[in-house]
């Protein structure tokens, strides 16, 4: 039986991913791990999937579509090279290329997958991406609800019975599900969502705000011409993409319109605060949704155990703020939201095959990081107040940077100083270094002085800390290391707890392969091979009474052999 692997067949990119060695993973094409879900036709009729197709979508939008599970379930047809086409045909074509990406990086044909859709589809929906698999040459082994892979994929089936709500905002759906892990069985209890609400909704308004500002500089609407509409939207998703690690941005696109053959060129300055305002009101309509789905599964915000974050737009910074706010409880961030279900597919799909899965494993911040800042509050002065840029358990590397001021319009030097740790005043954290920042640019007058800071944190656990003053375009800074502290009592507790947990990893691993066991025995006396039988049979009776002893340093060894000889004849 050939290897099943789990996709996210996602609005705005999809993945395919495959359990290796115990780990699921993502299996990338060139580097490449998120494929977009975009499909177009160029003008010599060559069918173009994923990056092609996007790059093409900016300048003939006509021949390209994108974000068609929105339609999936519906009757709607798009129209391409001159032929109409169903959601399933064109979600297919996303399939197919998954398919051979995976067929490429395994080096053998791939035919079996599990899909996953939103907890909010429709059945006609969940049929169609069933058909869609089909179409694409796959043989669908389950489809399976998103916040359940997620579930999946942070280990929540391992953890202790819970109660866990998956706030899944991807790039054109948003579902929230209120997940129950009972005796290792996950099941949703409630669900409610908005399958048209989506990061694109969030490019639509940030889009529509600068083609406003446009209009009023130039007397001409962008929205008005298929090219420059695409092209100001591809800026808006970027410029909403930088605005989750940096206070500011520019939106720039050169020869984007014309006016009386005069060419016209977009530059303009984005604030994150400008854009959190735009998009307020859509993320609090998810909070709602988050009470609707709270209350048909009978629950209060303290019952929920874990908020787990999935799908890109999860990113952004005010969604984040505004859940945690909403629920009281700072929601899991330590795998990449955009790869979280693929992930979680993968494991049901080694489940399926009967594979021995382990935990997944990302790196993450240990300790928050921030700087020493002061706050004015009713006319009095507090110091020595703390202001994390950096979260705990933050995924690195990663790139964080935030505006600060000046206490006075005449203040032209700032001494920053970088902590480490969790406590609101600064000084009660570990100190990692300061340095000094002179001759910062006036601003406009009475105005206080604005300077950036920025951290950015590499995979090796070193921390960039640097001041930008974006006027004079100067900048300095320190080189850091984080140090892991030793571990309070809760980061003991986990830590016995992941002990444990491997104990239990082995035992599965154990239990699975004592079951290939079973049947390689099966087909070897079939074959008149019985000596060999004799030889898998001892081996499983030694590993078995390993187990039973909790021997698993033997354990380990039995595997080896075990595995070694049953592998040496399925081959």
């Keep these: 039986m050939t290897k099943t692997v789990g996709i996210d067949l996602g609005t705005t990119f999809s993945l395919v991913a495959t359990v290796a060695d115990g780990r699921p993973r993502i299996i990338d094409d060139q580097g490449e791990r998120l494929l977009p879900s975009v499909v177009g036709f160029s003008g ?100 399976i609800n998103e916040p359940t892979a ?4 942070y280990g929540i089936d391992r953890e202790a019975d819970q109660k866990v709500a998956v706030y899944d905002l991807g790039g054109g759906t948003f579902d929230v599900s209120i997940v129950e892990l009972s005796q290792g069985v996950i099941e949703v209890r409630a669900s409610h969502g908005n399958t048209r609400l989506g990061g694109d909704d969030f490019d639509q308004l940030i889009a529509d705000h600068v083609a406003d500002g446009f209009q009023r500089q130039h007397g001409v609407d962008l929205r008005q011409e298929h090219r420059s509409l695409a092209r100001l939207l591809r800026a808006a998703e970027q410029a909403k993409i930088a605005l989750s690690d940096g206070p500011y941005t520019r939106v720039t696109e050169e020869y984007i319109a014309r006016k009386v053959l005069i ?44 908020v787990l974050l999935v799908g890109g737009s999860t990113r952004i910074r005010l969604v984040r703020q505004m859940v945690a706010q909403h629920l009281g409880k700072e929601p899991r961030v330590e795998m990449h939201p955009d790869e979280a279900v693929a992930l ?86 570990r100190a990692l270094g300061e340095f000094l920042f002179e001759g910062i640019s006036a601003g406009p007058p009475g105005k206080s002085r604005e300077v950036i800071v920025r951290f950015d944190y590499d995979v090796n ?20 290391a984080p140090s892991r502290d030793r571990l309070g009592d809760e980061e003991k507790a986990q830590a016995r707890e992941h002990l444990a947990e491997t104990d239990r990893g ?66």
């Excluded at 079951?515 to 039988?533: F, H, P, T, Y």
Aim: glycine share 4%; with cysteine.
């Design 44 to 143: 010599r009729g060559e069918l173009l999937v994923g990056t092609p197709a996007r790059n093409q979508y900016v300048l003939e939008p006509e021949k390209t579509v994108k974000s068609i599970k929105r339609a999936m379930g519906t009757d709607e047809r798009v129209t391409l090279a001159g032929r109409a086409y169903s959601p399933q045909e064109i979600s297919a074509f996303i399939l197919r290329e998954l398919k051979r990406r995976a067929e490429r990086a395994l080096g053998e044909p791939v035919e079996r997958a599990v899909i996953t859709v939103p907890a909010s589809f429709t059945d006609a929906a969940r049929r169609a991406t069933m058909d869609a698999g089909e179409i694409a040459g796959f043989e669908v082994a389950r489809i």
């Design 150 to 153: 997620a579930a999946l994929a």
């Design 263 to 306: 060419p016209l060129h977009l530059d303009a300055e984005l604030a994150r605060h400008e854009v959190e305002d735009l998009i307020r009101a859509l993320v609090r309509s998810t909070l709602s949704s988050v009470d609707r789905a709270l209350q048909d599964a009978g629950l209060r915000p303290r019952d929920l155990a874990n």
């Design 344 to 429: 979680g597919a993968a494991v049901q799909a080694a489940i399926i095959d009967d594979d021995p899965v382990e935990a997944v494993l990302v790196d993450v911040a240990p300790h928050a990081l921030g700087i020493e800042t002061m706050h004015v509050v009713l006319d009095h002065l507090l110091s020595d107040r703390y202001a994390v840029l950096i979260p705990r358990n933050t995924i690195i590397p990663c790139s964080k940077s935030e505006a600060f001021f000046t206490l006075t319009p005449e203040q032209d030097r700032v001494r920053v100083r970088v902590y480490q740790g969790e406590e609101p005043v600064a000084s009660r954290n």
């Design 461 to 480: 656990g070193i921390v960039q800390v640097s001041a930008l003053d974006r006027r004079a375009n100067r900048s300095t800074g320190i080189t850091v």
């Design 506 to 571: 082995l035992e599965r691993q154990i239990a699975a392969l004592l079951r290939r066991a079973e049947r390689s025995m099966i087909r070897l006396e079939a074959a008149g091979q019985g000596a060999v039988a004799e030889e898998v049979l001892s081996l499983a009776g030694d590993l078995e009474r390993a187990r039973q002893e909790r021997d698993y340093e033997q354990a380990r060894v039995l595997i080896e052999a075990l595995s070694d000889r049953i592998y040496a004849h399925e081959a």
